[in-house]
């Protein structure tokens, strides 16, 4: 009895085995899970013809791509409105070439006769001139001003050339965030395209439901949404930049660097020393400085010219009478030459609401400049600010979060590719993982941008041209 009962449990798991693939004809084992990823690989990977174009090469080359610096210098070089701004130094030296002139000297002719009221032998003819003379430092008060507003038109051009520098950080580093971004979408939807010839052939084998391969279509069709947009920033940044630098819209703008290996101009080490350095060569805190002494000098030039008005003169005359006696008429000749002066009194304008203008001048460069030297310890604080945390977050998300999410998905992957996790997981992680690459892209931005700030609030330097 007992032999028998052995006998037809070994029957009965015979069978079992020979029913198991009509049963569960969807059924392998890990090993051929396994086997069948392998074969399936090998034969996607067989196919040499790429499965994604990348538009990366139209906008970067490490090689031939065009630098900060080149940016920069077309900018500075082409740009009509800047251009337009160095205009005013030209006329500021105009205006100084007036201030040297002296006043013109008058002449004057004057004919007297008497004819008119019946006195026909009378008649006078007198020449004159007059030259004023400017006394109490006019002069010299009036070149000094003119001098002081070259001063000051070239600071304004070159406050002018920081802002433009600014503006060129401004889309460069928004090129370079889309540009990331653009690579980090594409390297994502590589990655997906190829899931989805892998569970095409699933499906295909009728291993894997349609619907999986839905949600996976769907996916990738949002990456690309995704990467039309990235591509649509960076070709608006590059615009501006064309714009900026005066270069065709129609000219093509590859990058060279890479925001996670952009550089910039050595900054100082503490906000202290940055503050200091701010202080002495911002171009606007300048300018404020120079606002002052120009106010100043215009007061004093409006205190020259209030004073009384001197002007020199000089005149010949030539008369003719005629003296009618008893015995006849008898002509006579007269001629007289005349020296003298005038002065202008200032009784009534003595320039008082000039020279209050010119106090109210004063007061207002002396707030301003106070008001920009506080604008620069601000901006360099809290560029220093924007600095440690950007590179906090860089640190953490470079070495903790993105390579461990990284391995994450690679992993979910290869769980999914045997059978034992749904698609919508992998979708699910893949997008914690773009999520993070966003998070990465903006805190590289920030910190670019921050470093950005920095270099501006300094007054750009090593980054416009030389003063002379």
């Known amino acids: 009895?007992?032999?028998?009962?052995?006998?037809?449990?070994?029957?009965?798991?015979?069978?079992?085995?020979?029913?198991?693939?009509?049963?569960?004809?969807?059924?392998?084992?890990?090993?051929?899970?396994?086997?069948?990823?392998?074969?399936?690989?090998?034969?996607?990977?067989?196919?040499?013809?790429?499965?994604?174009?990348?538009?990366?090469?139209?906008?970067?080359?490490?090689?031939?791509?065009?630098?900060?610096?080149?940016?920069?210098?077309?900018?500075?070089?082409?740009?009509?409105?800047?251009?337009?701004?160095?205009?005013?130094?030209?006329?500021?030296?105009?205006?100084?070439?007036?201030?040297?002139?002296?006043?013109?000297?008058?002449?004057?002719?004057?004919?007297?006769?008497?004819?008119?009221?019946?006195?026909?032998?009378?008649?006078?003819?007198?020449?004159?001139?007059?030259?004023?003379?400017?006394?109490?430092?006019?002069?010299?008060?009036?070149?000094?001003?003119?001098?002081?507003?070259?001063?000051?038109?070239?600071?304004?051009?070159?406050?002018?050339?920081?802002?433009?520098?600014?503006?060129?950080?401004?889309?460069?580093?928004e090129a370079l965030a889309a540009l990331r971004e653009l690579e980090a979408t594409e390297n994502l939807l590589e990655l997906d395209l190829q899931t989805t010839r892998f569970v095409q052939i699933r499906v295909n084998e009728g291993d894997t439901p349609p619907l999986e391969l839905n949600l996976l279509q769907a996916e990738v069709e949002r990456l690309r949404s995704r990467r039309e947009l990235a591509e649509g920033r960076l070709q608006a940044a590059l615009t501006q930049l064309k714009m900026l630098g005066g270069s065709s819209f129609d000219e093509p703008l590859r990058l060279r660097e890479q925001i996670n290996s952009a550089i910039l101009p050595v900054l100082?080490?503490?906000?202290?020393?940055?503050?200091?350095?701010?202080?002495r060569t911002r171009p606007d805190v300048l300018l404020a400085r120079i606002e002052e002494q120009v106010s100043t000098a215009g007061l004093r030039l409006i205190k020259a010219q209030s004073r009384p008005d001197l002007t020199a003169y000089t005149r010949y005359s030539q008369g003719r009478s005629v003296i009618d006696t008893s015995i006849g008429n008898f002509p006579q000749r007269d001629r007289s030459l005349t020296f003298g002066v005038a002065i202008g009194i200032p009784i009534f304008n003595k320039n008082q609401g000039a020279k209050a203008e010119a106090e109210i001048n004063i007061r207002q460069a002396k707030a301003r400049l106070e008001f920009a030297e506080r604008v620069v310890r601000g901006e360099i604080l809290a560029a220093y600010q924007k600095i440690e945390a950007a590179n906090r977050a860089v640190s953490t998300l470079e070495t903790a979060a993105i390579p461990q999410m990284t391995n994450n998905v690679e992993t979910f992957r290869k769980v999914y590719q045997i059978g034992e996790i749904k698609i919508t997981d992998l979708i699910n992680e893949q997008r914690r993982l773009l999520d993070a690459n966003r998070d990465l892209t903006e805190a590289l931005t920030l910190r670019y941008r921050a470093n950005a700030d920095l270099l501006i609030a300094l007054g750009a330097g090593g980054l416009l041209p030389e003063t002379k």
């Open 1 to 173: 009895m007992t032999i028998l009962n052995s006998h037809s449990l070994f029957k009965w798991l015979a069978a079992t085995v020979l029913l198991l693939p009509i049963i569960y004809p969807n059924y392998k084992t890990n090993a051929q899970q396994v086997a069948l990823l392998t074969k399936e690989e090998t034969k996607v990977s067989s196919t040499a013809k790429p499965i994604l174009v990348s538009t990366l090469p139209n906008y970067y080359d490490s090689q031939d791509g065009i630098s900060l610096k080149d940016l920069i210098r077309r900018a500075l070089e082409t740009n009509q409105d800047l251009a337009a701004d160095r205009l005013e130094i030209e006329k500021a030296k105009a205006r100084l070439d007036q201030a040297r002139l002296r006043p013109n000297p008058t002449l004057e002719f004057e004919q007297e006769s008497g004819r008119i009221v019946g006195n026909g032998g009378d008649g006078q003819f007198t020449v004159g001139a007059s030259l004023p003379i400017e006394i109490y430092g006019r002069r010299t008060e009036r070149i000094n001003y003119a001098l002081i507003a070259i001063d000051a038109s070239e600071a304004e051009v070159r406050n002018r050339e920081r802002i433009l520098v600014a503006n060129v950080l401004t889309n460069y580093a």
């Open 268 to 279: 100082p080490a503490t906000p202290d020393a940055a503050v200091d350095i701010g202080l």
